[in-house]
């Protein structure tokens, strides 16, 4: 959810502001919260284990044991789908440049849910009787091609890695709003960063997808705490929604000096709505090919725990919206959200100074911890997602074909440490506008695995070379054409994340033409090879996988697989 930050037309300005100092009382209170989540996650390792000595496979491991009904879910899969920069981002475009960038996220929301009851209940029950851990798991058993699988498995894997990064740029709002870090020194700067680093990595090497599923119930409780009160408080306090509309129609209808033109529309025009509803639609179809989304749907006990959720996760849409507000709140509040030199503004903290400027210091602690929580839930399920499609996808299909669910669990360990490192490095080493412009990559990218798994999920018609053929062409315009965005105030590459149709002045998102001409080729190129009779790869699924469910025989036959016994090879 953070492709609105990257169409904002600059981030940076000078503030005339004095040098932040630290907040004791709000920062002890998010040490201390954040102390007792790294507790709990921790504890997660025992929580549901069902009395086995470590977690010795994948499905233990990078599953929770598929073992996860309705109320774990809703919590697993709202930490996971509105993570900690998800509560940064939406507000702050909403800030800097109107509703397109900030307001889309709601109705994207909304339209994501039928989705995920059509499609999720179906990759649910294939995935359970073949054992299959990943979307790129799917796609090689349906249709039997190592490039097409490997495709799939290194744009989730490279999609994801910026994604954790933001949610270190998250952690690292909360702690430059609270005063913390040393804008001289690097290291003195970055160490609170690192410290809460080292216990996301040891906790979710420990316990698996259980400790974010189990710290999303506190970081859920949290979020709502905080939108609520503030939703019901900040408007009485400045004048009304009356006020706070008016405050920022003025802001976003006066030209700004530095790009002379308006900052964005306060409620979309004519001119954009190619632009909004083409962003909605888009991030609602690319969400659940993300890894982290198909990790959270893959880890519950039935289909009906899916189309249960699907119905009651619009409610965190609910909250999102009220979150949205309040960047136009911080309007009228005057926010000014500084980095810690006092003089350069950066919108992606303008929550975390809201709640600061305006609240008490010890509640404004329990909503600043809520967003720091609020990160560790989405990183730790998106390290394990992009761990479990190296460790089925690259090292067993590649390298080691008998591997068993052990010895996958240890490599996939590893190489959760691997990304999170990989997060970290890339948080520390670079500045957060090359984390959003990676982000506005990844959503491209995920977006052109959809016609593989999803037509997958009803059909075999397509041609596996035609649907390798129609993800190339998609991620080389999408990547191209969003290189060729320029910010009109730095004036670098990948400047946005909205471009004209080409060939026309219709503006949409980008990853919506790619996954449009990605869908033509897959199409075309599929019926010239079934007209030339071109070999295709071996489909090992049936009609009947699609509609199993959690007492079905070859589940339950599955489901009691030993650790020690090498996994099915696709």
């Given at each position: ?30 040490i ?40 774990i ?46 499609l ?15 979307t ?55 160490l ?18 259980r ?6 119930v506190v ?20 004048g ?68 249960k ?73 998106m390290s ?32 959760s440490?691997?990304v ?47 649907l390798?053929?129609g ?10 054409t969003?290189?060729s965005?320029v ?18 002045n ?9 996954f ?24 090992i ?29 696709i």
């Amino acid at each position: 959810m953070s492709a609105a930050l990257g169409n904002l037309p600059g981030v940076l300005a000078a503030a005339p502001t004095a040098t932040r100092g630290i907040n004791v009382t709000a920062l002890v209170v998010v040490i201390v919260l954040f102390v007792l989540v790294g507790i709990l996650g921790f504890y997660a390792a025992r929580w549901r284990s069902g009395g086995t000595d470590g977690l010795h496979s994948l499905d233990e491991w990078g599953l929770g044991g598929r073992k996860f009904g309705s109320w774990i879910t809703w919590f697993l899969l709202g930490g996971d789908l509105y993570t900690a920069y998800t509560f940064v981002a939406v507000p702050a475009a909403m800030w800097a440049a109107g509703s397109v960038s900030g307001f889309f996220a709601v109705p994207y929301t909304i339209v994501l849910y039928p989705i995920v009851f059509l499609l999720m209940a179906r990759l649910w029950s294939v995935s359970k009787r073949h054992g299959f851990v990943t979307t790129a798991d799917f796609v090689g058993g349906r249709y039997g091609s190592r490039p097409l699988t490997l495709a799939i498995a290194l744009t989730g894997i490279i999609a994801t890695m910026p994604y954790i990064a933001l949610q270190l740029v998250g952690i690292k709002s909360v702690l430059t709003v609270l005063g913390v870090g040393n804008p001289g020194n690097w290291f003195l700067n970055d160490l609170p960063l690192i410290v809460a680093f080292v216990v996301l990595a040891v906790y979710t090497y420990t316990s698996g997808l259980r400790a974010p599923a189990m710290i999303a119930v506190v970081k859920d409780v949290l979020i709502y705490l905080a939108v609520i009160v503030a939703i019901i408080y900040l408007p009485s306090k400045f004048g009304g929604w009356e006020h706070i509309f008016g405050a920022a129609q003025e802001k976003m209808t006066t030209v700004n000096p530095a790009t002379g033109k308006v900052p964005g529309p306060f409620i979309p025009g004519a001119d954009s709505y190619a632009a909004y509803a083409t962003l909605a639609l888009g991030s609602a179809m690319a969400l659940f090919m993300y890894p982290h989304s198909i990790t959270g749907v893959l880890a519950t006990k039935s289909r009906n725990t899916i189309r249960k959720n699907a119905a009651v996760l619009p409610l965190y849409s609910l909250v999102l919206g009220f979150l949205a507000l309040l960047g136009y709140v911080a309007i009228a509040a005057g926010t000014h959200p500084v980095e810690l030199n006092g003089k350069t503004i950066n919108p992606q903290l303008v929550v975390p100074q809201l709640f600061l400027d305006n609240f008490p210091s010890w509640f404004a602690g329990v909503a600043l911890a809520a967003i720091a929580v609020g990160a560790l839930v989405p990183a730790a399920i998106m390290s394990i997602a992009a761990a479990n499609l190296f460790t089925r996808n690259i090292y067993r299909d590649l390298f080691r074909k008998d591997a068993t669910p052990r010895q996958e669990a240890k490599v996939s360990k590893l190489a959760s440490l691997v990304v999170k490192f990989g997060a970290l490095i890339f948080v520390i080493g670079l500045d957060a506008s090359a984390a959003i412009n990676m982000q506005l990559l990844g959503g491209i990218w995920i977006l052109q695995t959809f016609p593989a798994i999803v037509a997958g999920l009803y059909t075999r018609w397509f041609h596996k070379w035609a649907l390798f053929a129609g993800w190339a062409v998609g991620i080389v315009y999408g990547t191209w054409t969003a290189y060729s965005v320029v910010n009109p105030v730095t004036h670098a590459h990948f400047g946005g994340s909205i471009a004209a149709i080409p060939g026309t002045n219709t503006k949409v998102y980008i990853a919506i033409t790619a996954f449009v001409l990605n869908a033509v080729v897959a199409l075309v190129v599929t019926l010239v090879l079934r007209a030339l009779k071109v070999p295709d790869g071996k489909d090992i699924t049936r009609a009947s996988d699609y509609g199993a469910d959690e007492d079905d025989p070859e589940v339950r036959a599955f489901a009691a697989r030993s650790v020690d016994t090498p996994g099915p090879v696709i």
